[in-house]
Structure formats: C-alpha cells, structure tokens
C-alpha cells in the first residue's frame, strides 16, 4: 500500500490509495492454478491398467424409477402400467436381472397401501433390490408437521 502527501492550503493531507494490480495478479495466478488442477483431481490419477481375459467391461445400471401418483396410478418411466402388469415390465426392462436397483417415488399424499402394495409385487417375484426416493427435509426450529 502506498502512502503519499499532498499538499494543501492548510498544509499536507495523506493521500491513501490501494494499488489492486498486484491483487489482480495474485487472482489470475490462482485462476489459473485453478484450471489446470480441477480436471486432474476430477477425473483421478492416470494408471495403466492390468490386462486380463476374463474381464468384462463394467456397465452402470440406470435404476427402473416407479411413480406411485397421488390417485394410486403407477408409471414406469413415462408410461402408465396397471398393477396386475408392473411386475412384467419391470422384469422386461431389467431383462431378467434380478438384482438391478428399482427406485420407488411416491406423492407425499398417495396412500401408504399402494406403495405396500407395490413394493409387495415386486419382492414376492425376487425383486428386493427396492430404493424408497424422498427430498431432504430443510431444518426448521421446534416441532416438525
């Protein structure tokens, strides 16, 4: 930081002025520190990998997402399935992998019988792999509703 005078009618006053160049510098460098190290810490460390000949690729199963609507209708992605019918779309979707992961969004209002229900018909046929989806509640002082 810089001080200087500057000289008045009444004498010397100080004149006090903040030099941001070096401030910007210091922000660039940082910036560019920043750049380069996020897709490196993003992505992990670079190894080369063992071959074997018995691998087989890893593949991320999309879970199968069930909607249980506040009047009891059931969607199996976008597309309404009665009940007597879940179980085979389900199964059909999956391909027969039983333990491929089913999430389970029901309406805060639909009746806690038709999720039962629902998750009843698809554990009686061995699909137990069931995942109930809810919001993270915000954190409110006292007594919760």
């Known amino acids: 930081m810089a001080f200087s005078a500057k000289r008045s009618s009444g004498g010397f006053q100080p004149l006090a002025d903040i030099n941001v160049t070096p401030l910007v510098d ?10 380069i190290t996020a897709p490196m810490m993003a992505q992990g460390m670079k190894v080369d990998l063992p071959q074997a000949r018995a691998a087989k690729p890893v593949n991320p199963k999309e879970p199968v997402v ?4 506040k ?10 399935i009665p009940l007597d019918r879940i179980v085979e779309a389900v199964r059909a979707k999956v ?12 309406d805060k209002d639909s009746s806690l019988g038709d999720l039962v229900t629902l ?9 137990t792999h069931i995942a109930i989806l809810s919001m993270q509640a915000k954190h409110t002082k006292g007594v919760s509703k």
């Not at 210091?26 to 750049?35: A, G, K, R």
């Not at 391909?95 to 029901?106: E, W």
């Open 66 to 69: 069930i909607t249980v609507a």
């Open 119 to 127: 998750m009843d018909a698809l554990s009686s046929n061995g699909m």
């Open 95 to 106: 391909n027969g992998d039983l333990s491929h992961v089913i999430h389970l969004r029901g």
């Open 26 to 35: 210091v922000m660039l460098v940082l910036l560019v520190i920043f750049m």
């Open 71 to 80: 009047d009891g209708r059931l969607m199996l992605g976008p597309d309404e």
